[in-house]
Nanobody, 115 residues
Framework: QVQLVESGGGLVQPGGSLRLSCAASRAFFSINVMDWYRQAPGKQRELVATITSGGSPNYADFVKGRFTISKDNAKNTIYLQMNSLKPEDTAVYYC?????????WGQGTQVTVSA
């Protein structure tokens, strides 16, 4: 079992920044991939960014150049630094982990971008 706890969401004005955190209950060596997904009202959940066990990041086109995914192995935590936020980034952001073929999800954290 892997428990994932997200934090860092909130309300921010367009152009602002937020940093999301996701703490895992298990050490990263047992987790293959960790991702951030998001789901806006009335829309399907979509992949935002991925980081592999080796630390290689990958991003959806709609966040490239604005968002950065990173991880701290000592804290079993991944981060999503979100800059130049737009109203269309408003969504619930979910942390996801894949460990030995099993998918785990956090509870989600709300990000609202509004003036």
């Amino acid at each position: 079992q892997v428990q994932l706890v997200e934090s860092g969401g909130g309300l921010v004005q367009p152009g602002g920044s937020l940093r999301l955190s996701c703490a895992a209950s298990r050490a990263f060596f047992s987790i293959n991939v960790m991702d951030w997904y998001r789901q806006a009202p009335g829309k399907q959940r979509e992949l935002v960014a991925t980081i592999t066990s080796g630390g290689s990041p990958n991003y959806a086109d709609f966040v490239k150049g604005r968002f950065t995914i990173s991880k701290d192995n000592a804290k079993n935590t991944i981060y999503l630094q979100m800059n130049s936020l737009k109203p269309e980034d408003t969504a619930v952001y979910y942390c996801h982990a894949l460990s030995f073929g099993v998918n785990y999800w956090g509870q989600g954290t709300q990000v609202t971008v509004s003036a």
